[in-house]
């Protein structure tokens, strides 16, 4: 059987995905898709992929 891929995906799904990625707590299936979608070096460091302040216009 293929394997499915998301055709969306769900922000706050998203935002806690980079969080435990930066961690590096995520599954390994995970760990790949994060790397294959922002297009990341998974042998170079992790770089911080969410900014560490809110958005001003989260206020």
Known sequence: MRARSPHWVNSTVL????QRY?????P????LWVETML???PR??????LPSQPHPSQS
């Open 22 to 26: 930066e961690q590096n707590r995520l």
């Open 44 to 49: 170079g460091p992790v770089q911080p992929l």
């Open 39 to 41: 297009d990341l070096d």
């Open 15 to 18: 935002v806690e995905a980079l």
């Open 28 to 31: 390994r299936s995970m760990r």
